[in-house]
């Protein structure tokens, strides 16, 4: 039913950037536009429970711009601090048309919404420190909203998670290499968000009860682990 009909998708990229690298530090920043075009989506065909085969069909192109930085300092030689940070503005070109058993095709008024499950921001910073065998880190992982609805009327807000660690490098223990004895806690805070939005895909609007689709990350968890190389 398809395959006259449905064109590959193509994009078209622009890229540029500069990297910088000095004694104590290392940083790159890049800026990007892609055209992507004849986008296919997979239009789902009853509810998902069902496990009807969605139906592919062009809806449209769409435009993102954005730029990503990042920066690797060590200002000596125990201590490194890693910060990276992405600003993605991704839009829909195009409506689309959905069509129902009876042949009526409504318009969906996509154009100019954000892309679902696509955060406009992510933010990765990490400090990390080494003397001798012990080491410790920490890092926070930040990411933006993102919408589960094609018109953007439903959507998760944004979440931020703390994460740590610390550790010991045994060494010239009997007949081991190295052991490393190391206790980790991840979601430090922990806080409540959602981490799964497309568990079963997206729908064009929140009032067809999409919610269901959405799955909670994990709460906080605490980890120690024992490696040993011979």
């Known amino acids: 039913a398809i395959r006259d009909v449905v064109q590959p998708e193509t994009a078209v990229n622009f890229e540029g950037g500069v990297r910088l690298r000095g004694d104590t530090y290392e940083a790159v920043m890049t800026a990007y536009h892609v055209d992507f075009r004849n986008r296919l989506l997979g239009i789902t065909q009853g509810p998902g429970i069902v496990g009807n085969p969605a139906v592919l069909a062009n809806v449209g192109s769409v435009s993102t711009k954005g730029i990503e930085a990042a920066l690797n300092w060590r200002p000596f030689s125990r201590f490194s601090w890693f910060t990276s940070l992405a600003y993605n503005d991704s839009k829909y070109d195009d409506d689309y048309f959905t069509t129902n058993s009876s042949g009526v095709s409504t318009r969906v008024a996509v154009s ?6 696509t955060p406009k921001v992510i933010l990765k910073s990490e400090l990390t420190y080494e003397m001798e065998g012990f080491f410790a880190h920490a890092d926070v992982n930040h990411t933006g909203k ?12 944004a979440y931020t998670l703390l994460n740590a660690g610390v550790g010991y490098n045994f060494s010239n223990i009997t007949s081991l290499k190295k052991l490393t004895l190391q206790a980790d806690v991840t979601n430090l805070t922990d806080k409540v968000f959602y981490s799964t939005i497309d568990s079963n895909g997206f729908t064009a609007s929140d009032t067809a009860g ?3 689709t959405l799955l909670l990350g994990a709460p906080r968890q605490f980890f120690v682990s024992l490696k040993a190389r011979f």
């Open 112 to 117: 100019g919404k954000q892309v679902t499950d």
């Open 146 to 157: 993102r919408y589960y609805t094609y018109l953007n009327d439903g959507g998760v807000g």
């Open 210 to 212: 999409s919610t269901q």
